[in-house]
């Protein structure tokens, strides 16, 4: 999970705050969960309409990286859209976040590169890359997300980690011989 640490003086304890499952009940969550969406069903008119005409004008070589390129787009975007809809079943009370993160065992949010090369995918039409693009922005993003949510440190381990910057500013009281701000 993120977490936020607050630890005003040395010798004070330190009060953990879990930032994940705020996030996902959030405003912010709701614009993330209609981007993915949006997104979904924009890949879905482009490949069932103007990209199945741009498609065939295109080169034997090119015309299979298309191929290559829109089905990982379309796995992706469906993955995408699997976390979202746990995420939103959580948030609406119709599941609860341990048995989302059993499920999300089955949703694979592995980092994606592009399937061809890099000059093959320049070639490949404007609108499947920006799709494509789009969903691996999204996917970090999500990636991100996830593991806020779904960390398997508890917070009791988590405060126990050293905090590499309690340390530093540790050392360089050490060295002034006053706290530093």
């Keep these: 999970m993120i977490m936020a640490t607050a630890d005003f003086k040395a010798g004070h304890s330190a009060e953990t ?12 969550f709701h614009l993330l969960f209609r981007e993915g969406m949006d997104l979904v069903e924009a890949a879905a008119a482009y490949l ?10 295109l080169l034997r070589m090119d015309a299979l990286a298309y191929a290559a390129e829109s089905m990982r787009l379309t796995t992706r975007l ?3 859209a699997s976390w979202l809809l746990m995420q ?10 341990q048995s989302a993160g059993s499920e ?14 890099a000059e093959t995918y320049a070639r490949l039409p404007t609108e499947l890359r920006r799709l494509s693009d789009a969903s691996l922005r999204l996917q970090e993003r999500l990636i991100h997300l996830d593991g806020a949510l ?17 340390a530093q500013l540790s050392r360089l009281e050490a060295v002034f011989g006053r706290p530093v701000n």
């Design 17 to 28: 705050v879990a930032f994940g499952p705020k996030l996902i009940g959030s405003d912010s």
């Design 48 to 57: 069932d309409g103007p990209g199945r005409a741009e498609a065939k004008m």
């Design 78 to 80: 469906m993955q995408l």
């Design 88 to 97: 939103r079943a959580v948030n609406d009370g119709e599941l609860n976040l």
């Design 104 to 117: 999300r065992q089955k949703v694979k949010l592995s980092r994606q590169a592009p399937v061809a090369d």
């Design 150 to 166: 779904y960390t398997q440190a508890a917070p009791a381990e988590r405060a126990l980690q050293p905090n590499d910057v309690r």
